[in-house]
């Protein structure tokens, strides 16, 4: 399977509990994108990366959140001192260029209990 | 207000009808348009992108009106396997922007 893979697929943590997770792209693909989705709405817009370098955070990525891609390849987000709050499902994209079809990975559903 | 507007539905139609979905949008630097269909519990996958003359791609047919920040999808002879979400979805620079999605239901 050539297509976005994401890992692991589901996390249970405590509140305060750090958590990683990680996104393997297409292999091709310049770009890699992480969003946030809750019950009920659509994919909200997190970070981007075009290679190994961070262009665009959103205002919703707290303190807490970091990403990195450190060769270009796959990309991990870290969230620290978790909260109830967190908790969603967290997709990763990737595309070619920034016009071209975003695929999405099966996603990480995060659980802050 | 948000970025992407749509009609949550659900939309409940029989097998073999018509539905069309909305959206419209602030950022009228837009550069691209599409529909993604996300299944439950799944990820969001590219439906069709959305062109300022129209396209149509089987059952499914899009429009954008530029002018009025209006994006459009008509689903023709309904499938039981078309019931989704239907995310509309806007690229003013860089990254996708999505509606909160309408629901659809196609029953038997």
Known sequence: DTGVSQDPRHKITKRGQNVTFRCDPISEHNRLYWYRQTLGQGPEFLTYFQNEAQLEKSRLLSDRFSAERPKGSFSTLEIQRTEQGDSAMYLCASSETDWNEQFFGPGTRLTVL | ?108
Request: charged content about 20%.
């Open chain 2, 1 to 108: 207000r948000k970025e992407v507007e749509q009609d949550p539905g659900p939309f409940n139609v029989p097998e073999g009808a018509t539905v069309a979905f909305n959206c419209t949008y602030s950022n009228s630097a837009s550069q691209s348009f599409f529909w993604y269909r996300q299944d439950c519990r799944k990820e969001p996958k590219l439906l069709m992108s959305v062109y300022s003359s129209g396209n149509e791609d089987g059952r499914f047919t899009a429009q954008l009106n530029r002018a009025s920040q209006y994006i459009s999808l008509l689903i023709r002879d309904s499938k039981l396997s078309d019931s989704a979400t239907y995310l509309c979805v806007v690229n003013p620079h860089d990254k996708l922007i999505f509606g909160s999605g309408t629901r659809l239901l196609v029953r038997p």
